[in-house]
T-cell receptor, first 117, second 114 residues
Framework: NAGVTQTPKFQVLKTGQSMTLQCAQD?????MYWYRQDPGMGLRLIYY???????DKGEVPNGYNVSRLNKREFSLRLESAAPSQTSVYFC????????????????FGPGTRLTVL | AQSVTQLDSQVPVFEEAPVELRCNYS??????LFWYVQYPNQGLQLLLK??????LVKGINGFEAEFNKSQTSFHLRKPSVHISDTAEYFC????????????FGSGTRLSIRP
């Protein structure tokens, strides 16, 4: 089992460029999450998905879009990158079957380090 | 508003010494509480969680935490640390009533000296 995988591991963008961060899990989990981690701050939830075809906004959704392509995959898209989006992005998954299932253990990927110049 | 405070951004300790990492939260309603650990260049993994029941919670790798409702704290402890415990530790809180929002603290970097 690979668990949660993320691609790419590193990315440098110029302001205004777009890109998609990919995430996949092989644990047959229902829920998937995207977080960003900034220095001196805890993780902040960007978007989450409690099931295939559904997505919900988290704490900091502005500037991002997501797609729950199927049960395994959950992608995060930056349409027009800004320097404020320089961060480390983590994808996670859990067994939670509904949006209120945050108390379920979350399993995290290794992260994508994104720099926007 | 709900918030989580980790009072120490860095905690250096000697190997085999005890350690306590502090976490306080603010909430007027019941909460679920978590500690996650992040080893260098890895994602977070769950150390332990408090949902209900006994206020002393035991987790992986010899860690434990105690929920203190009156002091709104959930401090993490280990009686004897190892070099392999070098990592960043995050406390997190979820409101019991909604469970649809998780708030992470800013993290405590634990460095172990031989």
């Amino acid at each position: 089992n690979a668990g949660v995988t993320q691609t790419p591991k590193f990315q440098v963008l110029k302001t205004g460029q777009s890109m998609t961060l990919q995430c996949a899990q092989d644990m047959n989990h229902n829920s998937m999450y995207w977080y960003r981690q900034d220095p001196g701050m805890g993780l902040r939830l960007i978007y989450y998905s409690a099931s295939e075809g559904t997505t919900d906004k988290g704490e900091v959704p502005n500037g991002y879009n997501v797609s729950r392509l199927n049960k395994r995959e959950f992608s995060l898209r930056l349409e027009s990158a800004a320097p404020s989006q320089t961060s480390v992005y983590f994808c996670a998954s859990s067994e939670a079957e509904r949006p209120t299932g945050f108390y379920n253990e979350q399993f995290f990927g290794p992260g994508t380090r994104l720099t926007v110049l | 508003a709900q918030s989580v405070t980790q009072l120490d951004s860095q905690v250096p300790v000697f190997e085999e010494a005890p350690v306590e990492l502090r976490c306080n939260y603010s909430s007027s309603v019941s909460v679920y509480l978590f500690w996650y650990v992040q080893y260098p260049n890895q994602g977070l993994q769950l150390l332990l969680k408090y949902l209900s029941g006994s206020t002393l919670v035991k987790g992986i790798n010899g860690f434990e935490a105690e929920f203190n409702k009156s002091q709104t704290s959930f401090h993490l402890r280990k009686p004897s640390v190892h070099i392999s415990d070098t990592a960043e530790y995050f406390c997190a809180v979820i409101l019991y009533s909604s469970a649809s929002k998780i708030i992470f603290g800013s993290g405590t970097r634990l460095s172990i000296r031989p």
